[in-house]
């Protein structure tokens, strides 16, 4: 840690601190920890009567964050949403409790067995992991058990509602009407060029969207920081590494790759003495020796009928396939060469190795010259990462580390707590940068291990607080923003006048896009376009229905010309049917949240 821990740990009444922040975190849990730091529980609510406190809040708060859904830097804002989502979920316990709704201790136990997340590899209920994943949630066994029945009861009423809903076939039959439904319609997107003059942006205009827009144009809290790197990388491209390493090592790596073998057997029984078979395979090695191929001496004399006829060939093998004493020869040899006698259960062998399951020397030449080179230099790259850490711990700044080690100080563009570009990217590198200790205290970073291979020591050269950009800076994003805005009400403007043209019968000439029989889910038509065609009324036999549709980036004219009837997709309808009955239900959950909200007695402090 940096000089602030290492000073505020100094004193007696720090460490007393610090050992009842452990045992009560490793006996209790994150509750026991906010109710050790955080005082009697104060009020910040109450709901008909029942106490919210502010223990609960921060416990509440403190999971989503430990939890990973919530950075810790949105804390506060998290703590009003959190606050919320515990009002709602009294008055709706207190609902289910009013109505009867009961979970007995038999009930809860088995809900929790069959969770998976409290199940091991074999489908069974884990008591440590039990207790570790809820530790890691910040719970303690009891907690977890009530909080889970407060949860179960919601979900009870929540179900009772849901499953209360339900459909009439008529209006099945409805939705899966309207939902295979086609139509078949014309759209023209008006640009620019339909309008009698050029849009004009006043200075008037642009001060009113910039301030109506500021957010848009804030500038989020930035760094600027200095930096060292330490590369083993680039301290192993300093390194020699001469062949004969090179091909030792080649050599070294292929003694246990998978290889290609052949051999002659010669066994030995009834028939042929042990010595004989010596014999036999000592007269085969000489003839070896004299030039003789292997391939057609184990057609000839090989007492294994099933690779003879293969010149012995026994396939690529791995360590283990044929027993102890024919592996040590047969990977103690290099291509081309034959061991001597090895004797195995089935007999006696000549083993030859034709071939190695590894690429040849020169292919692997730059890989092993790096793996050389990264071995050569470890141990001076360890030493000089415990020096990094040293120096930087110690330094009042960074340029003096940097010398130190003859490393590059390098400065980074303005960031933000989302990262920037290159190294300051890579992850850990922000957060570390807008810790307390580096930003605020102004303090050498903790080495970073950014990979196997570098380490990273940072420092804040610069910062500025958040703050929304003056409109000299950003006047070219504004006026860009203004016009396609005035752009768009005033193509909005001419469509609402050619819509009401063409409903008179006028002819217009536009350069009309057709699209037949469109479903509701067509992709090859701008969703805007689609949705608009689809909200018109059917046009009478003969007649042309108008309208017009608008988003973001486009103004278009829609006549519909027909609708249709399309293909029944039953698939399709079921799901849609489904999903219409899922909303009807989250309807009747939210009505019932508003009820309760707008009849109960809510206090916040």
Same mark, same amino acid.
Not at 200 to 211: F, G, I, N, R, S
């Given at each position: 840690?940096?000089?602030?821990?290492?000073?505020?740990?100094?004193?007696?009444?720090?460490?007393?601190?610090?050992?009842?922040?452990?045992?009560?975190?490793?006996?209790?849990?994150?509750?026991?920890?906010?109710?050790?730091?955080?005082?009697?529980?104060?009020?910040?609510?109450?709901?008909?009567?029942?106490?919210?406190?502010?223990?609960?809040?921060?416990?509440?708060?403190?999971?989503?964050?430990?939890?990973?859904?919530?950075?810790?830097?949105?804390?506060?804002?998290?703590?009003?949403?959190?606050?919320?989502?515990?009002?709602?979920?009294?008055?709706?316990?207190?609902?289910?409790?009013?109505?009867?709704?009961?979970?007995?201790?038999?009930?809860?136990?088995?809900?929790?067995?069959?969770?998976?997340?409290?199940?091991?590899?074999?489908?069974?209920?884990?008591?440590?992991?039990?207790?570790?994943?809820?530790?890691? *949630?910040?719970?303690?066994?009891?907690?977890?058990?009530?909080?889970?029945?407060?949860?179960?009861?919601?979900?009870?009423?929540?179900?009772?509602?849901?499953?209360?809903?339900?459909?009439?076939?008529?209006?099945?039959?409805?939705?899966?009407?309207?939902?295979?439904?086609?139509?078949?319609?014309?759209?023209?997107?008006?640009?620019?060029?339909?309008?009698?003059? %050029?849009?004009?942006?006043?200075?008037?205009?642009?001060?009113?969207?910039?301030?109506?827009?500021?957010?848009?144009?804030?500038? %989020?809290?930035?760094?600027?920081?200095?930096?060292?790197?330490?590369?083993?990388?680039?301290?192993?491209?300093?390194?020699?590494?001469?062949?004969?390493?090179?091909?030792? *090592?080649?050599? *070294?790596?292929?003694?246990?790759?998978?290889?290609?073998?052949?051999?002659?057997?010669?066994?030995?029984?009834?028939?042929?003495?042990?010595?004989?078979?010596?014999?036999?395979?000592?007269?085969?090695?000489?003839?070896?020796?004299?030039?003789?191929?292997?391939?057609?001496?184990?057609?000839?004399?090989?007492?294994?009928?099933?690779?003879?006829?293969?010149?012995?060939?026994?396939?690529?093998?791995?360590?283990?396939?044929?027993?102890?004493?024919?592996?040590?020869?047969?990977?103690?040899?290099? %291509?081309?060469?034959?061991?001597?006698?090895?004797?195995?259960?089935?007999?006696?062998?000549?083993?030859?190795?034709?071939?190695?399951?590894?690429?040849?020397?020169?292919?692997?030449?730059?890989?092993?010259?790096?793996?050389?080179?990264?071995?050569?230099?470890?141990?001076?790259?360890?030493?000089?990462?415990?020096?990094?850490?040293?120096?930087?711990?110690?330094?009042?700044?960074?340029?003096?580390?940097?010398?130190?080690?003859?490393?590059?100080?390098?400065?980074?563009?303005?960031?933000?707590?989302?990262?920037?570009?290159?190294?300051?990217?890579?992850?850990?590198?922000?957060?570390?940068?807008?810790?307390?200790?580096?930003?605020?205290?102004?303090?050498?970073?903790?080495?970073?291990?950014?990979?196997?291979?570098?380490?990273?020591?940072?420092?804040?050269?610069?910062?500025?607080?958040?703050?929304?950009?003056?409109?000299?800076?950003?006047?070219?994003?504004?006026?860009?923003?203004?016009?396609?805005?005035?752009?768009?009400?005033?193509?909005?403007?001419?469509?609402?006048?050619?819509?009401?043209?063409?409903?008179?019968?006028?002819?217009?000439?536009?350069?009309?896009?057709?699209?037949?029989?469109?479903?509701?889910?067509?992709?090859?038509?701008?969703?805007?376009?689609?949705?608009?065609?689809?909200?018109?009324?059917?046009?009478?036999?003969?007649?042309?229905?108008?309208?017009? *549709?608008?988003?973001?980036?486009?103004?278009?004219?829609?006549?519909?010309?027909?609708?249709?009837?399309?293909?029944?997709?039953?698939?399709?309808?079921?799901?849609?049917?489904?999903?219409?009955?899922?909303?009807?239900?989250?309807?009747?959950?939210?009505?019932?949240?508003?009820?309760?909200?707008?009849?109960?007695?809510?206090?916040?402090?």
């Amino acid at each position: 840690m940096l000089q602030s821990i290492r000073d505020r740990s100094r004193s007696w009444g720090a460490k007393i601190i610090i050992g009842a922040v452990v045992v009560t975190m490793a006996l209790f849990g994150v509750e026991s920890l906010v109710g050790l730091l955080g005082g009697g529980g104060d009020e910040v609510a109450k709901v008909n009567g029942q106490t919210i406190t502010r223990q609960e809040l921060e416990m509440e708060v403190q999971r989503a964050i430990r939890s990973g859904q919530v950075p810790p830097e949105q804390e506060r804002a998290l703590r009003g949403q959190v606050l919320d989502e515990l009002i709602g979920e009294r008055l709706l316990t207190a609902f289910a409790e009013d109505g009867g709704l009961h979970l007995s201790d038999e009930q809860l136990d088995q809900v929790i067995v069959t969770l998976p997340e409290f199940q091991n590899q074999n489908g069974r209920f884990d008591a440590d992991l039990f207790r570790n994943r809820l530790a890691s *949630a910040g719970f303690t066994p009891s907690s977890f058990r009530a909080a889970l029945r407060v949860d179960l009861k919601r979900q009870q009423v929540q179900q009772g509602l849901v499953m209360s809903d339900f459909s009439l076939e008529s209006e099945r039959e409805s939705l899966a009407a309207l939902q295979r439904q086609a139509r078949t319609f014309r759209y023209h997107a008006l640009s620019a060029d339909d309008l009698a003059e %050029p849009v004009e942006v006043t200075e008037q205009d642009l001060v009113a969207y910039y301030e109506e827009n500021a957010d848009r144009y804030r500038r %989020p809290e930035q760094v600027r920081l200095e930096y060292v790197v330490l590369d083993r990388q680039e301290m192993a491209e300093a390194v020699d590494i001469s062949d004969d390493d090179v091909r030792n *090592a080649w050599e *070294a790596r292929g003694r246990d790759v998978d290889r290609r073998v052949s051999h002659i057997m010669v066994g030995f029984n009834d028939e042929r003495s042990r010595e004989e078979a010596v014999s036999r395979l000592e007269s085969i090695r000489a003839q070896l020796a004299e030039g003789e191929d292997f391939a057609e001496l184990a057609l000839r004399y090989s007492d294994d009928p099933t690779t003879a006829e293969q010149g012995g060939d026994l396939g690529v093998i791995s360590r283990g396939f044929f027993g102890d004493a024919f592996d040590d020869a047969a990977f103690a040899l290099a %291509p081309g060469q034959v061991s001597d006698i090895v004797e195995t259960s089935s007999g006696l062998h000549l083993v030859k190795v034709t071939e190695l399951d590894q690429p040849a020397l020169e292919e692997m030449r730059e890989e092993l010259q790096r793996e050389l080179a990264l071995s050569e230099v470890s141990d001076a790259f360890n030493r000089r990462v415990q020096t990094l850490i040293d120096e930087s711990f110690a330094a009042d700044d960074l340029a003096s580390v940097a010398d130190q080690l003859e490393l590059e100080l390098h400065q980074s563009d303005w960031t933000s707590r989302d990262g920037g570009e290159g190294v300051v990217s890579e992850p850990g590198v922000m957060q570390e940068a807008f810790s307390d200790d580096v930003l605020v205290d102004g303090f050498n970073s903790d080495v970073i291990e950014l990979d196997q291979d570098r380490r990273m020591v940072l420092r804040v050269a610069d910062h500025r607080e958040a703050a929304v950009l003056p409109l000299d800076e950003v006047r070219d994003r504004v006026t860009a923003a203004v016009e396609r805005r005035k752009q768009r009400e005033a193509l909005l403007d001419v469509a609402r006048s050619q819509v009401e043209l063409l409903r008179e019968g006028e002819e217009l000439d536009i350069e009309w896009r057709r699209v037949e029989s469109a479903a509701r889910q067509q992709d090859n038509v701008p969703r805007s376009v689609l949705q608009a065609a689809f909200r018109l009324p059917h046009p009478e036999e003969g007649e042309t229905v108008y309208g017009q *549709a608008s988003d973001e980036n486009r103004v278009v004219l829609i006549a519909l010309d027909s609708v249709e009837q399309g293909e029944a997709d039953t698939q399709v309808e079921n799901f849609v049917a489904r999903m219409s009955e899922q909303l009807r239900g989250q309807a009747a959950i939210q009505g019932l949240q508003s009820h309760l909200r707008e009849t109960a007695d809510i206090d916040r402090r």
